[in-house]
């Protein structure tokens, strides 16, 4: 466009000036007759003639060249004037451009945002309408308001007999709670209560749990009596339970809040059965437990396992939790001769039944027991009386996760991770998994409350799938049973837990 331009400017220019030049000359004045006459009578020899016929040709053409320069000049500066009017009327043109655009886009980009966080707020406003007509559900919402915490409970023995179980599940939980993350800026708070191993002390504290609107979830309890007992009022307050340890077989059966990570006894019961016959190779068993739901109810298991198995037990005797002397009943089991005792119970009972064999004529012979009585302090009680003796244990395999944890564990608590029970990477699992659900299912309203809608957790809790914790991946069925592994067996050699094979 400059170029074209240019040159049209310049053709007119040199036009114009041509027919300017042209003009002047057409218009002269002649001059007079007699001024020509005098020139001519005084004109030059002969000689001197073509001189004086040469110098108005010199003149014409010297005048000639001045005037093509001249034009030559003119154009040019016109030409440069011209190119500098174009390039300055180009640079107006598109610094106006630009500056339409720019103005242009920022008005369009002021409108959508305007348009965007209307279309939010309205957004926010009907979903917190839907979301608060969640809370007229059954089981209503825990609502937690700014400054409280979000509240899940772990109830279980922290002092007496069983206290190691209790303290290792609510130590390893309050690790998982101080993993967590504020859910809408929530903390969490982990209410670790004792129950001393008691189904009514655990009664007692559900009451408690449930006229607490801030309260959530049950990340337990610890033991299979005190879970059953307290089922009922969880069901009816639409509080969910998952237990990191309760391995009781009926605790799933009839109603919709209790869960587990851990095996049940009935699995275990099982295995360990069938380990005794086709591993281990014995078939005179004695069957022995400690009368509590725990203990008879893997017991059981083993027995009519036994039975199937085509090996009928040599005998089936239960004793009294807490008691020094077992010295009566092992005696009448010695009488049968039995190649390997089970015991279903804990730990206490087990290490005096093993310290007690040899008065009763039946020392070296193996106890093979559950996974209540598996972990280092039975070893500790036992001393020598616990070599050849085989336990039940869920201790994941080792993993990144599993690694990460035992480091942490062994710094805050200054333990070994499974010194006092096999179950601190479960009851870490069971708060992550219940902190995700309820962060999947939780609201916060207009008032700045944070609602959690009980009825939709207690789903969400039954529906976990997929969940990837230290255990391994965890998925619940339909009954609430989330184990990702099933139980591994050990024995003790040399003063330690070895797996058995």
């Not at 001249?70 to 598109?94: C, L, M, Y």
């Not at 969640?134 to 007999?161: F, H, N, Q, S, W």
């Not at 592994?485 to 797996?499: I, L």
Request: with cysteine.
């Amino acid at each position: 466009m400059k170029k074209s331009f240019l040159f049209v400017v310049s053709i007119l220019l040199i036009s114009t000036l041509i027919l300017t030049g042209c003009g002047s000359k057409a218009t002269e004045t002649p001059k007079p007759a007699t001024e020509v006459v005098e020139k001519a009578t005084t004109a030059p020899s002969a000689t001197t003639a073509p001189s004086a016929t040469t110098e108005p040709s010199a003149t014409t053409s010297s005048q000639a060249d001045a005037s093509v320069e001249a034009v030559e000049n003119i154009v040019s500066t016109a030409a440069n004037s011209a190119e500098t009017a174009v390039e300055n009327a180009e640079k107006t043109v598109g610094e106006a451009a630009a500056t339409a655009v720019d103005t242009a886009k920022t008005a369009v980009e002021s409108v959508e945002k305007s348009g965007s966080e209307a279309g939010a707020s309205d957004v926010m406003k009907a979903k917190g309408v839907a979301d608060k007509s969640r809370c007229d559900a059954e089981g209503g919402c825990a609502v937690i308001k700014p400054g409280d915490t979000i509240k899940i409970g772990m109830g279980g023995p922290l002092t007496g007999e069983y206290a190691m179980y209790g303290v290792d599940i609510s130590d390893s939980e309050k690790i998982s709670i101080s993993d967590l993350k504020p859910l809408e800026g929530f903390e969490w708070e982990l209410l670790a209560e004792d129950t001393v191993g008691s189904p009514e002390t655990a009664v007692s504290i559900a009451n408690k749990w449930v006229t607490d609107d801030t309260f959530v979830a049950v990340a337990g309890n610890v033991l299979t009596g005190e879970s059953a007992a307290i089922i009922p009022i969880m069901e009816k307050y639409y509080i969910p339970m998952l237990s990191p340890s309760a391995t009781g077989a009926n605790l799933t059966e009839n109603n919709k809040v209790f869960n587990r990570i851990v095996f049940q006894d009935a699995e275990q019961g099982k295995y360990a059965a069938e380990f005794i016959v086709n591993t281990l190779g014995y078939k005179k068993v004695a069957v022995l437990h400690d009368g509590m739901d725990y203990g008879k109810g893997i017991a059981d298991t083993v027995r009519d396992t036994l039975v199937k198995l085509g090996v009928e037990p040599v005998a089936y005797e239960a004793i009294t939790p807490g008691e020094a002397d077992y010295s009566a009943v092992l005696t009448s089991i010695a009488s049968k001769k039995p190649e390997i005792i089970y015991y279903g119970g804990y730990t206490a009972e087990l290490s005096v039944i093993a310290n007690q064999l040899g008065q009763v004529g039946l020392a070296g012979t193996p106890v093979f027991s559950d996974d209540g009585a598996f972990g280092a302090e039975f070893i500790e009680k036992a001393g020598k009386n616990a070599e050849g003796c085989y336990g039940t244990s869920s201790v994941p395999a080792d993993s990144e996760a599993k690694k990460a944890f035992d480091k942490k564990y062994k710094e805050t608590l200054g333990r070994e991770p499974g010194s006092k029970s096999t179950f601190p990477w479960f009851a870490y699992d069971v708060i992550q998994v219940l902190a995700k659900q309820i962060s999947e299912v939780s609201f916060v309203g207009d008032d700045g409350n944070l609602y959690v809608p009980r009825a939709d957790l207690v789903k969400a809790v039954r529906s976990t799938s997929g969940f990837q914790g230290i255990t391994g991946e965890i998925t619940c069925s339909e009954n609430g049973e989330c184990n990702a592994s099933g139980p591994t067996f050990y024995v003790v050699k040399d003063g330690k837990w070895v797996v058995a094979k």
